[in-house]
């Protein structure tokens, strides 16, 4: 009994579930492979050489305290994490027509970015919904539920092939062709979380030429610029391409993954506006709205970003740390389809393994077979078959890969 009066509370199940079965599992060869957090080799949490470098200055600057950010957040990170996402030499930024506001990490630039539009988007009327966002089918967890809290619908686009174990291409370019004109279709611009799939260059200006035909708006979601190549601006080339071709746009920006901020909550919402006049519009309403919410946000993680970004060693290093981590992954990668492949001779295709790119990867195994990893090999992963590659290390991805080669058979 809560002893108030509340309506029946629905029981949830989340991601966060399999980490505490896995924390509570004695087994000392468990391997925990639903968290999307990096791991070194040793499986530890790591911070970067470069976050540390930044937390020293910042803890002896005396002029560092702890007084309120302004609302839409610190300036020097605002504008250099702008910059970062859509090139220095981004003509958007240069016109003066990007609003960006700091926000609570990538959660809350989808989070704003949605409020945004459900406030003052002219969504066409579709399908009887008042108010529709086309999300990837699969996609983050959490997408329904930040675009539902705010009034918006869903829709699913395929995305996914399973006959293929890649891109459903044809599937993705017929909705973006019979959606009504002026949907707005959430894209994952790298890295797409859960797949691992992401389309070709080729295909982005596919991608963006429909969108443009149909006046389409693209709620682009960015939470690993930098971890998926290695590279922050091969992994920025879809943004500043639809910035190039005009189509109308945001951005959601998180420092969770590539700055391994989790906790810090460093983020940003930068919509790209016709021109300085309706970015400043857009900016003041983004004030008000952000006001009500959070009034101002976290100090912390902003200084440290800005600090990396705007100190032209800091970021040479934070690069080097960048390609540490996304290296580490590509490398597990390739072991794991090699051991799939040539050692085991496990059934099957298993390319996808170094096709997809990023923290995730989709095995492709059915519900049947995850669920037996984990119960018999105490191996934990989603029961969709996504595995998060940062939890694979050189001294269990043999135990998993002979685990998965058995549940498979
Ligand atoms: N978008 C996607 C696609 C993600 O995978 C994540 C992290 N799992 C986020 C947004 C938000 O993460 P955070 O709020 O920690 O920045």
Not at 235 to 256: I, N, T
Not at 363 to 392: C, D, F, P, W
């Amino acid at each position: 009994k809560l002893g108030m009066a509340l309506r029946p509370l629905p029981q949830i199940g989340h991601i966060f579930q399999l980490t505490a079965s896995y924390k509570a599992d004695p087994f000392p060869q468990k391997i925990n492979l639903g968290v999307g957090a990096y791991r070194d080799d040793d499986n530890k949490p790591w911070v970067l050489p470069v976050v540390k470098k930044a937390t020293n200055i910042l803890v002896n600057d005396p002029a560092v305290d702890h007084e309120y950010l302004p609302i839409t957040g610190l300036p020097q990170f605002t504008s250099a994490a702008a910059k970062l996402i859509l090139g220095k030499d981004s003509p958007a930024i240069a016109e003066e027509r990007v609003s960006s506001v700091q926000t609570i990490s990538g959660t809350g630039a989808n989070h704003l970015g949605a409020l945004f539009l459900s406030r003052f988007y002219a969504f066409p009327r579709d399908g009887g919904r008042e108010k529709t966002v086309y999300l990837s089918n699969p996609t983050w967890a959490n997408h329904r539920a930040i675009f539902n809290n705010v009034g918006i619908q869903h829709v699913d686009y395929q995305y996914w092939d399973p006959k293929t174990n890649g891109l459903a291409f044809k599937e993705l370019l017929d909705t973006l062709n019979t959606a009504p004109d002026r949907s707005v279709f959430l894209l994952h611009p790298c890295a797409h979380n859960p797949t691992g799939v992401d389309p070709t260059q080729a295909q982005w200006e596919q991608i963006s030429d429909v969108l443009l035909k149909k006046h389409h708006y693209a709620f682009l979601d960015c939470a690993y610029q930098g971890f998926a190549s290695g590279d922050l601006d091969k992994d920025a080339w879809a943004v500043r391409r639809f910035v190039e071709k005009g189509v109308p746009m945001l951005v959601c920006q998180s420092f969770a993954k590539n700055a391994g901020l989790y906790g810090e909550r460093v983020g940003a919402l930068h919509i790209v506006a016709p021109t300085k006049e309706a970015a400043d519009k857009v900016k003041s309403q983004l004030s008000i709205l952000s006001r009500s919410e959070i009034s101002n946000p976290p100090a912390h993680g902003a200084r440290l970003v800005a600090l990396i970004l705007n100190d032209p060693a800091l970021f040479e290093q934070w690069k080097d740390d960048i390609r540490t981590m996304a290296n580490r992954i590509i490398a597990m990668r390739k072991e794991l389809h090699r051991l799939l492949t040539e050692e085991l001779k496990t059934p099957g295709n298993w390319d996808h393994i170094v096709n997809q790119i990023g923290m995730f990867s989709f095995t492709g195994i059915n519900s049947e077979a995850s669920k037996a990893l984990t119960e018999q090999a105490h191996v934990y992963l989603t029961t969709n078959g996504r595995i998060s590659m940062a939890g694979l290390n050189t001294k269990n991805i043999r135990y998993f890969a002979e685990n998965l080669d058995k549940v498979v058979r």
